[in-house]
């Protein structure tokens, strides 16, 4: 089953039996950015700097992919391209649950509904069919830890862990700095998904900052 590189970050991310989504606001940068990467590779989205721009070609045909497509259409209000971090910023809390929405649809997870306090409701998506999440970690571990030279889907997945740091989430166990220098090294050689890895590593300084000087705000 090939699923997007979207849903494999979502994989990546949910734990197998809780279903609970670690490293949430990082997952939400990347999974807003795979989507646009995979947009960009159809040939549906353009981005030039830190500019997108959307492309009038056929649909992809992918439910997900084609729905995110639409309201970034929705989203442009007829402007010939906007800034793609702001379409990140928009877009990354949406798509975490489009993409689990889709993978609980192809039954690679199962939605599990909840009251947390027997107050609010929680949903959860434990994992249903391991064998998609197994395949996905034997791709990455070849491309990272082996060194195999990795096809431009893995490449592309490699990019968008590498800039959203994700690299404990796909390759648990393993320091760090074992693996930075060659996941660095895939992202480098991905012209593609230059300006979308920027634009995470953008987001996600920002975010920092807006969490330091709020905790700083509020300890002062």
Avoid: C, N
Wanted: aromatic fraction near 4%.
């Amino acid at each position: 089953m090939q699923i997007t590189l979207a849903e494999e970050i979502m994989l990546l991310s949910l734990d197998d039996e809780s279903g609970s989504v670690k490293q949430r606001q990082s997952v939400g940068w990347a999974v807003a950015g795979a989507l646009l990467l995979e947009l960009v590779l159809a040939d549906r989205v353009r981005v030039s700097g830190k500019h997108l721009e959307l492309v009038d070609s056929p649909p992809t045909g992918e439910e997900l992919l084609d729905g995110r497509f639409e309201a970034m259409r929705v989203w442009m209000k007829g402007r010939s391209k906007r800034r793609i971090g702001e379409w990140l910023t928009k877009d990354q809390a949406k798509a975490v649950g489009a993409a689990v929405e889709r993978l609980s649809a192809r039954g690679v997870v199962v939605e599990e509904r909840r009251k947390a306090l027997g107050m609010f409701p929680v949903r959860r998506y434990p994992e249903a069919d391991g064998t998609v999440e197994r395949a996905l970690r034997e791709r990455l571990a070849d491309a990272v830890s082996k060194g195999a030279e990795p096809d431009e889907r893995t490449a592309s997945l490699v990019t968008v862990i590498h800039a959203a740091r994700l690299h404990a989430l796909a390759f648990p166990g393993v320091p760090r700095k074992e693996i930075t220098a060659r996941t660095a090294a895939i992202a480098d050689g991905q012209w593609a998904a230059e300006s979308i890895r920027t634009a995470i590593r953008d987001m996600q300084l920002a975010m920092a900052a807006v969490t330091v000087a709020t905790v700083t705000a509020a300890t002062a």
